[in-house]
């Protein structure tokens, strides 16, 4: 049952992976670089959910994993103001 959960996080690592590369990819210059950046903060955000709570076992510690989550969530919108305002 439990390598069940981890293969399907890994899978989900893998596609978010390609998503955050594509993403990477498809930028060109201007307002489609702001969206593909934010696009991948929103990917990595994911990707971080995922390995806190499947592979270092949060899922069993709900109250743990609601602190990691608001921790990285609110890191997370620290670095998309910081890439949106223009000048830095």
């Known amino acids: ?12 690592l893998l596609a978010l992976s390609f998503g955050s ?3 990477a990819l498809a930028v060109d ?5 702001h969206v593909a950046g934010a696009a991948i903060l929103m990917l990595a ?3 971080a959910r ?3 709570s499947h592979y ?7 109250f743990w ?6 921790a990285i969530g609110l890191f997370m919108a620290l670095l998309l103001a910081l890439y949106l305002i223009p000048g830095l």
């Open 1 to 12: 049952m439990m390598a069940d959960v981890l293969w399907r996080s890994w899978g989900w």
């Open 21 to 23: 590369t594509a993403a």
């Open 29 to 33: 210059t201007g307002d489609a670089g």
């Open 45 to 47: 955000y994911f990707k």
């Open 50 to 52: 995922l390995i806190l």
């Open 56 to 62: 270092l076992g949060l899922a069993e510690a709900p």
């Open 65 to 70: 994993l609601r602190g990691f989550n608001l």
